[in-house]
């Protein structure tokens, strides 16, 4: 029987560095993956597709609708949705491939099918072709990431009713998309059919966008899908659908009952959240135990129930985020090398990959006014950043919130064009405990839109240069 200091089973951006760090740190490795790809849900069917689709889709909204006033004149450009595909195809190819060489390169074995525990120390892995074998390991580390959330009582075909996966690869452009849930999932993939021709509907249970990011980012990012198109019925949610016809009859009501309405839809869009994927381990046979929402549960470092089986990502709590998933990979490994692995869950920033975009990392209004922190403000638009406006992409601005007695940043929250790049300077600031006044003294390049973050945070201190 093989034998290994470590397994770990599923190939996600938590399963495959976990396995790249600890066979760094001498470690001999093996991962064991059901899909025939690996990259698990990132980047076969989650981060990278759907970052390929916002890229061709929004370059074809910029050549229909932004070209010309830069003088560019071009014809009304034609969309080609097989190529775009393939375009997308080429992309998740290059990446899982690029997770195959990682692999050899650092002489981790790969082994294809479903892993189950049979208790400490032994997986068994079902093949596709119906032929189990077990291999041995010294630690087991469970990396099998999530799945879709359903609504009770609609069933997902993929075709006409999908989740992210279904809209990710649909074969035309619906002229009716309606999305379930206001969260990242339905406003990124919504804007991609929204560019390519698509009239967007967002029904949302809650009476806001994008749960959990600041209130006054959000506010002002719901006025700019407005803008762009989008239709949201908040505090709504939707009831039954109806597929027996050409349309879908789509009902809706008020999330508290009530106030009845059909809408029509070519596709419905289900994208209510994700909930951890555990079937089919064997868990209750091994003894690990779950946590109230069906997350297996771990303790600081990692550590289940049971001995020797650790577990990391989407399947354990906090954030579904790659980036999240990969750096408890990274700590998982250092603590099973016997160093000293960490992550700080403090500072994880959060991209939503829409135009504008919108980023975020540490703690909002709303999460400092609850735990009745004292904090100071410090906001600066992109309409009084020089780049911005010369570039006429004005949308949006910068939030610093920092602590009203040292001067601690806690959160910077951004909406506008490239956010997601920008909201590093301040996750890098906020990991060494940096003050609004370090970044506010930091040069930063002229022109830049960066340079909005750093009079963000001359404006906490109430001496903005630019406004
Ligand atoms: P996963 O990536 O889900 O990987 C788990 C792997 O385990 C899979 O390959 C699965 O096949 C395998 N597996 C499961 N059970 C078994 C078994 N029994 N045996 C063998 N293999 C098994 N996050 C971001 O940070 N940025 C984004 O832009 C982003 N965009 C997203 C877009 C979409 C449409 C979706 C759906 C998600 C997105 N996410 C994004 C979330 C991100 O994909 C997840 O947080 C991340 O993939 C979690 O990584 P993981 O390693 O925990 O699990
Ligand atoms: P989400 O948790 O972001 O949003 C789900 C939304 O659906 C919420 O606003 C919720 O209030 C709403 N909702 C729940 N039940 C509902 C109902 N019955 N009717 C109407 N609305 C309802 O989940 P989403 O968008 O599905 O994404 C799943 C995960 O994937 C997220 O945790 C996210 O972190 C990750 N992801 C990350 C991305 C990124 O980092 N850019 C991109 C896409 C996904």
Redesign the pocket.
């Known amino acids: 029987m093989p034998s290994y200091d470590l397994v770990i089973i599923g190939t996600g951006p938590g399963g495959y560095v976990c396995a790249i760090r600890a066979a760094q740190l001498g470690l001999k490795v093996a991962v064991v993956e059901k899909q025939p790809t690996l990259g698990g849900t990132c980047l076969n069917i989650?981060?990278m597709p759907?970052k390929a689709l916002l890229y061709a889709s929004e370059m074809f909204e910029e050549a229909g609708h932004s070209f010309a006033k830069m003088g560019i004149t071009v014809a009304a450009p034609k969309l080609d949705l097989p190529a775009m595909m393939a375009f997308k195809q080429q992309g998740i190819d290059g990446n899982t491939k690029g997770v195959e060489f990682l692999m050899k390169k650092n002489k981790i074995d790969v082994i294809h099918g479903k892993g189950k525990l049979l208790g400490a120390g032994k997986v068994e892995v079902a093949g596709a072709d119906g032929k189990s074998q077990t291999v041995e390991a010294k630690n087991i580390v469970i990396a099998t990431g999530s799945d879709v959330?359903r609504?009770k009582g609609i069933e997902i075909d993929e075709k006409r009713i999908v989740s992210?996966t279904g809209a990710l690869s649909l074969d035309k452009v619906p002229e009716k998309l309606i999305v379930?849930?206001?969260?990242?999932?339905?406003l990124?993939l919504g804007s991609v059919w929204r560019r390519l021709g698509a009239q967007v509907t967002v029904?949302?249970?809650?009476d806001r966008?994008?749960?959990g990011m600041d209130g006054e980012v959000v506010k002002q990012f719901q006025r700019i899908l407005e803008k762009q198109g989008f239709v949201f019925k908040l505090g709504a949610?939707?009831t039954s659908i109806d597929s027996s016809a050409a349309k879908l009859k789509v009902q809706v009501e008020a999330a508290a009952g009530g106030n009845p309405e059909a809408l029509e839809a070519d596709v419905v869009l289900v994208?209510?959240?994700?909930v951890p994927y555990t079937s089919g381990l064997g868990l209750t046979e091994a003894g690990v135990a779950l946590d109230e929402r069906g997350r297996i549960k771990i303790d600081g470092h990692f550590a289940s129930s049971v001995k020797g089986i650790y577990a990391i990502g989407d399947v354990v709590r906090g954030?579904?985020?790659a980036h999240k998933a990969e750096d408890e990979g990274v700590a998982v490994a250092e603590i099973l090398a016997g160093k000293a692995g960490h992550v700080n869950y403090d500072v994880i920033p959060?991209?939503?990959?829409t135009t504008p975009e919108v980023s975020s990392v540490g703690k909002t209004e709303e999460e400092l006014k609850e735990a009745g922190v004292a904090y100071t403000v410090g906001k600066f638009p992109f309409t009084a950043n020089g780049r911005s406006k010369v570039n006429q992409t004005t949308d949006g601005f910068v939030k610093i919130l920092a602590d009203a007695k040292t001067d601690r940043v806690l959160g910077v929250h951004i909406v506008g064009r490239e956010a997601g790049e920008m909201i590093h300077e301040a996750a890098v600031l906020m990991e060494f405990g940096g003050s609004a006044e370090d970044l506010a003294r930091t040069c930063h390049a002229h022109p830049t839109r960066s340079e909005a973050v750093k009079e963000a945070a001359l404006a906490v201190g109430k001496r903005a240069i630019h406004m």
């Open positions: 989650g981060c759907s959330a609504l992210s379930v849930g206001a969260g990242v999932i339905g990124e029904v949302e249970f809650l966008i994008l749960p949610k939707v994208a209510i959240g994700r954030p579904m985020l959060g991209v939503v990959y």
